[in-house]
C-alpha cells in the first residue's frame, strides 16, 4: 500500500506490547492508548518512578517475563506513539475516541487492534459491600503500585491462579494472611487435567504455590462453599465464614478479603465496534468472535489477549503479534505480510495449546454459578447502586424480566460506576436461575459509550486529529 497506514493500539499490556513491537519491526508507527502511565498492564504492572523493589519481589516466578516485556517496550522509543494515561472511550466509524486530562479527541485509523485485557470475574457474597473488601486485582495494585497491602490480616476468597498468585505475592511481602479459601474442588476431573498437560510447567508452578502457602504455615481450603463476609457499616470487614468440604462451618477473623474468580474479558470496545459474540459454555461467559489470526467480525477491528480469551499473559504476547501481523496483511502492507506468511503458523500453534490450557483451568476452578440461586435476598448484587438478589428475583417474577437488559431497566443493575463489570455476569445468572432457563438465553448487558465515566466538561473540548 502506498504511505504509512494508521494502525492504533489500544492497552499497553503483554498483548499491546507484542503488537506494537511487531508493528514497528514491520516499520509502522503505531499509537498506543493505554489508561496506565505506564507499560505492563495489569500483569506486569510497573511499579512508580523511585520505587526499589526488585523484579523478584514484585513479579516473582514471572520475573524474567515482566523485564523482558518492560525493556522491550522501552526500547520501541520514539518509533511508536504512546499515549499514557489516555482512555479509550468511545468508537465510530474508522475513529477511536479518547480522552488524557478531561481533552477528548478523536483518532482515525485504518486497523484498530483492541487488547484491552481483563478485570476480576466476581461472584457477590453477603457482606461485600463493606469497607475493607477487595477484588483480588485490587489487591494486587495496593501491593505493586502503592507498595502496601490492603490490610493487617488478609483472607483471600475465589478460585482461580490468580487467586494463589495473589497470595503468594502478599506473603512474599510479608504480609499477614489469615487463610485462602478456594470454591474448586481439591480432586480436578480427568477433562480439566488433560487441558492443564497443554502447559505441564505451569501446572506445576500453579501446585509450587499451592505447596509453598501451605509449607509456611498458611490454612489453604479448597471445595468451601461463602456463606458471609462479617463486619458492620462503621468498621468494615471483621471475618469471613464458609462451609467446608465437610460441611462444617469456618469462621476467619480478619480486616480485609481479597476475592476473585478468576476474570473476565474487557469487551465493551468489542461491543461498541458492532462485533458478534458468542457464548463460551466452559467459561460460561460470552466473548467477541474473532477468527484464529484476531480478527473480529467488524472490518479492519483486530483482538487480542484477555479482552477476547482468557489465555495468560504468554497467550497475549502471542495473540497480539498475531494480530498486528494480520493487520498488516488485510492492509497490504508488503513487509508485514512477509512477516505474517512466515510466523502466523507457529503463533497459531501456540495459541492452540494455550487455548486447551484455558479449558483445563476453567473447568479446574469452575465459574461458582450454583452460588448465585442460594444468594439471599437481602444480598447486595450490584454494588453501585445497592441492587439486591431479592429486587432481582422480583423483576423476573413480578415484571417478567426474563432477559438481562429488561431487568437492567427495572432494577438499574449494572448502571452505576463499574458498567456491569463487577456485577453483569451474577445477575445473569441470577436472572437465569429465577425464570429456570439456560443463562445464555438471557443475554448480557449491553455496552453503551462511554465505557467508564467522563466528566461533565469533557465534551467543551472535543478535537479530530
Known amino acids: 500500500m502506498n504511505g504509512q497506514p494508521r494502525v492504533i493500539i489500544v492497552g499497553a499490556g503483554p498483548a499491546g506490547v507484542r503488537a506494537a513491537q511487531a508493528l514497528v519491526q514491520a516499520g509502522v508507527r503505531p499509537i498506543v492508548v493505554d489508561e496506565g502511565r505506564r507499560d505492563g498492564g495489569q500483569v506486569y504492572r510497573r511499579q512508580p518512578e523511585g520505587f526499589k523493589r526488585p523484579y523478584a519481589k514484585l513479579y516473582g516466578s514471572e520475573a524474567a517475563k515482566a523485564h523482558a516485556l518492560h525493556r522491550d517496550f522501552d526500547a520501541l522509543g520514539p518509533q511508536l506513539d504512546h499515549r499514557s494515561e489516555t482512555l479509550a472511550w468511545n468508537l465510530s466509524a474508522g475513529e477511536l475516541h479518547v480522552v488524557r486530562n478531561d481533552q477528548a479527541s478523536a483518532l482515525p485509523f485504518d486497523a484498530l487492534i483492541v487488547c484491552s485485557g481483563a478485570t476480576d470475574r466476581l461472584m457477590p457474597v453477603p457482606g461485600w459491600q463493606r469497607a475493607g473488601c477487595y477484588s483480588l486485582g485490587a489487591a494486587q495494585i495496593a501491593l505493586k503500585a502503592q507498595a502496601c ?70 490454612t ?132 492452540d495449546r494455550m487455548e486447551r490450557f484455558r479449558q483445563g483451568l476453567a473447568m479446574a476452578f469452575p465459574w461458582p454459578h450454583e452460588q448465585a440461586a442460594t444468594l439471599p435476598d437481602d444480598a447486595i ?53 429465577a425464570c429456570g432457563q439456560p443463562v445464555e438465553l438471557v443475554g448480557r448487558l449491553r455496552t453503551q459509550a462511554p465505557v467508564k465515566p467522563l466528566m461533565m466538561n469533557t465534551r467543551e473540548a472535543v478535537s479530530h486529529e
Open 149 to 218: 497491602a490492603i490490610g493487617s490480616r488478609v483472607v483471600f476468597l475465589g478460585s482461580g491462579p490468580l487467586l494463589y498468585l495473589v497470595a503468594s505475592q502478599y506473603l512474599e511481602a510479608g504480609a499477614r494472611i489469615e487463610a485462602v479459601l478456594d470454591t474448586a474442588p481439591a480432586r480436578k476431573r480427568w477433562a480439566a487435567l488433560r487441558g492443564l498437560l497443554a502447559r505441564p510447567r505451569l501446572a506445576l508452578r500453579g501446585l509450587g504455590l499451592i505447596a509453598g502457602l501451605r509449607r509456611r504455615g498458611v
Open 381 to 433: 448484587v450490584c454494588r453501585c447502586e445497592a441492587v439486591t438478589a431479592g429486587e432481582l428475583r422480583r423483576c423476573v417474577s413480578e415484571l417478567d424480566s426474563r432477559e438481562l437488559n429488561r431487568a437492567k431497566a427495572f432494577s438499574r443493575v449494572g448502571m452505576g460506576r463499574c458498567q456491569g463489570r463487577y456485577c453483569g455476569h451474577a445477575s445473569a445468572e441470577i436472572v437465569a436461575w
Open 220 to 351: 489453604v481450603l479448597q471445595g468451601v462453599t461463602p456463606l458471609r463476609i462479617d463486619g458492620d457499616d462503621v468498621r468494615g470487614v471483621e471475618g469471613v465464614a464458609v462451609r467446608d468440604a465437610q460441611g462444617r462451618e469456618q469462621r476467619f477473623e480478619c480486616d480485609a478479603v481479597g476475592i476473585g474468580w478468576h476474570l473476565r474479558a474487557e469487551t465493551q470496545l468489542a461491543d461498541l465496534a458492532r462485533c458478534e459474540f458468542q457464548f463460551e459454555p466452559v467459561s460460561r461467559q460470552w466473548l467477541p468472535r474473532i477468527d484464529a489470526d484476531g480478527r473480529s467480525s467488524t472490518p479492519g477491528v483486530y483482538l487480542a489477549g484477555d479482552g477476547a480469551r482468557i489465555l495468560g499473559a504468554d497467550g497475549a504476547e502471542a495473540a497480539g503479534r498475531l494480530a498486528a501481523l494480520a493487520a498488516l496483511a488485510d492492509l497490504g502492507h508488503a513487509r508485514g505480510r512477509a512477516l505474517y506468511e512466515a510466523e502466523a503458523a507457529p503463533l497459531r500453534s501456540t495459541l
